[in-house]
């Protein structure tokens, strides 16, 4: 098993695009990058614990590979929004690429760079690549919130405009 973590703004929408494949093991929401051991989402919300909002993905990259789950990452995010994802603000809702080795550091900037070439957005993909270092779990309600409570996840996804975004520049 490798792992692969993303952030995508709030993490409650990025963990159904990818929990669904053969090959995918688990799917953990929870925070990476920040200066604060063991935040509460609370502290992450705050925005001064440094931390994004991220989905950690084990899986067997014999089965699925790095750049199938780059390909679904790019298809659920607004890649040239530096302030936050959709209606999430903030520095803990920005997107990123966090690289657990050299390997998906070339990958993931490779996929970077054909994103901004195809022209399929106008302004500049500012998606950072970033190291991947110590990931803290989120709590509890926060695991597989789409299943847990599905009525609010659809509510709250519906109402950030995601889908909208998606559908225009992914058909």
Not at 98 to 121: C, D, I, M, P, Y
Request: some cysteine; overall charge negative; proline content about 4%.
């Amino acid at each position: 098993m490798e792992k692969a973590t993303f952030a995508g703004g709030c993490f409650w929408c990025m963990v159904k695009p990818f929990d669904q494949w053969d090959g995918i093991h688990k799917v953990t929401s929870g925070y990476m990058g920040g200066h604060v051991e063991n935040p509460t989402y609370e502290d992450v919300k705050k925005g001064t614990s440094g931390h994004l909002e991220v989905v950690q993905i084990e899986f067997d990259p014999y089965v699925f590979s790095y750049e199938q789950l780059l390909d679904i990452y790019w298809m659920q995010i607004d890649p040239t929004d530096d302030g936050g994802q959709f209606h999430d603000r903030g520095e803990s809702y920005k997107t990123a690429i966090f690289v657990h080795n050299e390997t998906q550091r070339q990958l993931a900037e490779q996929s970077k760079v054909q994103l901004a070439a195809s022209g399929r957005f106008k302004k500049p993909i500012v998606t950072e690549i970033r190291d991947a270092n110590t990931f803290y779990k989120a709590e509890d309600y926060h695991q597989d919130y789409y299943q847990k409570e599905p009525e609010h996840y659809k509510e709250d996804r519906e109402k950030s405009g995601r889908d909208t975004f998606l559908k225009e520049y992914w058909g």
